[in-house]
Nanobody, 115 residues
């Protein structure tokens, strides 16, 4: 049974930081492209950051320079370090795993940036 379990969301003030974690089980983690997506109320889900099996990362232009994605293939966990958070970053953040035709999603974790 595949599980992606996100944690680390919460309420933070503008300019603050959060670190999201996504622990994966039931998959050969090292083979998967791992990603973070987000969905704000009334908006479509969008890619935030992805990291390949080899460690190459890509970011949405809106978060480049502020967010960092990383992975630990021993702990089967992917992280998203979010710095200089803005109210526009408020959304439910979802972990994603993709390999060939297999795609899995976590349940999401809420991030709210507000003073």
């Amino acid at each position: 049974q595949v599980q992606l379990v996100e944690s680390g969301g919460g309420l933070v003030q503008p300019g603050g930081s959060l670190r999201l974690s996504c622990a994966a089980s039931g998959i050969s983690f090292r083979l998967y492209v791992m990603g973070w997506y987000r969905q704000a109320p009334g908006k479509q889900r969008e890619m935030v950051a992805i990291i390949s099996s080899g460690g190459t990362s890509n970011y949405a232009s809106s978060v480049k320079g502020r967010f960092t994605i990383s992975r630990d293939n021993v702990k089967n966990t992917v992280y998203l370090q979010m710095n200089s958070l803005e109210p526009e970053d408020t959304a439910v953040y979802y972990c994603n795993a993709e390999y060939r035709k297999n795609t899995y999603w976590g349940q999401g974790t809420q991030v709210t940036v507000s003073s």
